[in-house]
């Protein structure tokens, strides 16, 4: 899968779209640790998509029956085997999970993506709303830091007799 574009075609099961590359890739959220995926592998239990992923077998079988993760293949014994589209999928998810987008716009996305080509310009509408929405978020950080660095800076000089600072 290439890293820009909607091209979603892959094997007989539903369209998605691709995260990026299938490179081996990581997704770690805040204090998780995630493991590399493994080279020339293309089948995973959810134990390992969840050490892959760091996210836990509870949030993945949550996502698919919230309808955010495709259809999952299933062995003739009913377990999950995910591929490496799924983890690209996974890793997209996990995107835009860091930039704030709700559940429910999440799943929007994933329902837009399998109803197909046509829904191309819904998609790039939700993406740039998100993306306006990332970049508010990017100049209050600045702002912020910009803060942070003065008052750091002050704490920084040599402590002056008979003043106190009150922030």
Do not use: C
């Given at each position: 899968?290439?890293?820009?574009?909607?091209?979603?075609?892959?094997?007989?099961?539903?369209?998605?779209?691709?995260g990026?590359?299938?490179?081996?890739?990581t997704?770690?959220?805040?204090?998780?640790?995630?493991?590399?995926?493994?080279?020339?592998?293309?089948?995973?239990?959810?134990?390992?998509?969840?050490?892959?992923?760091?996210?836990?077998?509870?949030?993945?079988?949550?996502?698919?029956?919230?309808?955010?993760?495709?259809?999952?293949?299933?062995?003739?014994t009913?377990?999950?085997?995910?591929?490496?589209?799924?983890l690209?999928?996974?890793?997209?998810?996990?995107?835009?999970?860091?930039?704030?987008?709700?559940?429910?716009?999440?799943?929007?996305?994933?329902?837009?993506?399998?109803?197909?080509?046509?829904?191309?310009?819904?998609?790039?509408?939700?993406?740039?709303?998100?993306?306006?929405?990332v970049?508010?978020r990017?100049?209050?950080?600045?702002?912020?830091?910009?803060?942070?660095?003065r008052?750091?800076?002050?704490?920084?000089?040599?402590?002056?007799?008979?003043?106190?600072?009150?922030?």
């Open positions: 899968m290439d890293s820009g574009t909607d091209t979603e075609t892959r094997d007989t099961r539903e369209p998605r779209e691709s990026g590359t299938r490179t081996a890739r997704r770690r959220g805040a204090g998780e640790a995630a493991g590399p995926r493994p080279e020339g592998q293309d089948r995973y239990t959810i134990g390992e998509v969840a050490a892959i992923t760091g996210l836990s077998a509870h949030t993945l079988r949550w996502y698919e029956r919230i309808g955010l993760m495709p259809h999952v293949d299933r062995t003739h009913g377990q999950r085997r995910f591929t490496n589209p799924d690209d999928w996974l890793d997209l998810v996990g995107k835009l999970r860091l930039t704030g987008m709700s559940v429910a716009g999440m799943v929007r996305y994933a329902e837009l993506v399998r109803e197909g080509a046509e829904t191309f310009g819904q998609r790039r509408a939700l993406l740039e709303t998100t993306r306006e929405d970049l508010r990017i100049d209050e950080l600045h702002d912020t830091l910009a803060v942070l660095n008052k750091i800076d002050i704490y920084s000089q040599p402590a002056r007799p008979h003043t106190t600072a009150k922030v």
